[in-house]
């Protein structure tokens, strides 16, 4: 999955993106592509005074080939730089979106973000997130392949989620206790490296509930570390 995100730095983009024959509305620079499989697909930006721009193609390599990306190339030439392009990392074994996947595809541009499902993740390693080393890992993994600065404002999805042997099946709340990952961890690590990077919750159906609790997660480790 795509996910396209605005730097708030920059000036606010409005509209509609159209990935393949899905569409998706934009507000405010911010919007989520479905799933992509592995090959190539249309995509075209309609702003929200009707103009359309071509958005290029987004085609992703087979087989462990480097992936090949041109929609920021697009999106560059109808002057939406300021829109950031964000390979997600996927939940299922058979799905691209493997961790080095993800920042193969950001090492085509300076300016793509990860998107980190800690979930997925999880997931499509059966159980592997449980310690803060583990969650260690990834982490300096992103910062050795793509830098600390773009580790920093990497894009982040959080939940719990049931996996089979096949990687996600379900998406879950923060009442479970069996399957992960669990939060507090990683908020201790992203307050350690001066992280800002964006982050949604994505339980199911206890969105506000757990994102308050991830919140107050994230401001205990703050207080715990002046």
């Known amino acids: 999955r795509v996910c396209v995100i605005q730097d708030g730095a920059q000036s606010q983009v ?15 620079g911010v919007g989520n592509v479905p799933p992509l499989n592995c090959g190539s697909v249309g995509a075209s930006f309609t ?6 721009y071509d ?20 999106l560059d030439a109808a002057g939406l730089s300021q829109v950031h392009i964000c390979p997600e990392t996927m939940g299922k074994i058979n799905q691209l979106g493997t961790l080095d996947e993800v920042l193969a595809m950001c090492g085509v541009d300076e300016r793509f973000l990860p ?10 390693t059966r159980g592997g997130i449980v310690s803060s080393d583990d969650y260690r890992v990834i982490l300096d993994r992103i910062e050795n392949v793509l830098g600390s600065d773009r580790m920093r404002q990497m894009h982040v999805h959080f939940s719990k989620i049931e996996y089979t042997s096949g990687g996600e099946k379900k998406h879950l709340t923060f009442e479970d206790t069996i399957y992960g990952p669990d939060f507090e961890p990683l ?18 159906g206890t969105m506000d509930v757990d994102a308050l609790a991830m919140k107050s997660m ?9």
């Open 218 to 226: 994230y401001s205990a480790a703050m207080e715990a570390s002046v």
């Open 115 to 124: 998107c980190v499902d800690f979930g997925h993740l999880n997931a499509r």
């Open 47 to 52: 702003d929200a005074d009707g103009k359309t």
């Open 14 to 28: 409005s509209g509609v993106l159209t990935v393949g024959r899905t569409t998706i509305p934009v507000e405010n």
């Open 187 to 204: 908020a201790n690590l992203l307050v350690q490296k001066n992280s800002c990077a964006h982050i949604i919750c994505e339980s199911d």
């Open 55 to 74: 958005a290029g193609v987004v085609f992703f390599g087979h087989n462990g080939q480097s992936p090949t990306v041109t929609s920021q190339d697009a």
